[in-house]
Nanobody, 120 residues
Framework: QVELVESGGGLVQPGGSLRLSCAVSGLPFSNYAMSWYRQAPGKERELVAGIRNYGDSTNYADSVKGRFTFSRDNSKNTVYLQMNNLKPEDTAVYFC?????????????WGQGTQVTVSS
């Protein structure tokens, strides 16, 4: 079975940093594009960042550009989201997503989420 397990969330003061990890098992990791999404209370889930299969291309939401860095280690089946200069508006549950379109079928998997709270 496929598992995506996020870790690294917590409480941090504004201006602080956190590194989220997402460990993936049960699928051919290097064949999947990976993304981080977040959902704040009362808001819709939004895309934070995405990375292609071999990490050769990343994209970021405008709100996190220059502060967040998305990377992947295909040898460890893990992705990382380095979050610097955190702001209160970054407070949300962060979800890891694995996605692939193969032979006419979409494959889409989610982790359980990790809470990030930015507050003084």
């Amino acid at each position: 079975q496929v598992e995506l397990v996020e870790s690294g969330g917590g409480l941090v003061q504004p201006g602080g940093s956190l590194r989220l990890s997402c460990a993936v098992s049960g699928l051919p990791f290097s064949n999947y594009a990976m993304s981080w999404y977040r959902q704040a209370p009362g808001k819709e889930r939004e895309l934070v960042a995405g990375i292609r299969n071999y990490g050769d291309s990343t994209n970021y939401a405008d709100s996190v550009k220059g502060r967040f860095t998305f990377s992947r280690d295909n040898s460890k089946n893990t992705v990382y989201l380095q979050m610097n200069n955190l702001k209160p508006e970054d407070t949300a549950v962060y979800f890891c997503n694995a996605a692939r379109y193969y032979l006419g079928r979409s494959y889409d998997y989610w982790g359980q989420g990790t809470q990030v709270t930015v507050s003084s």
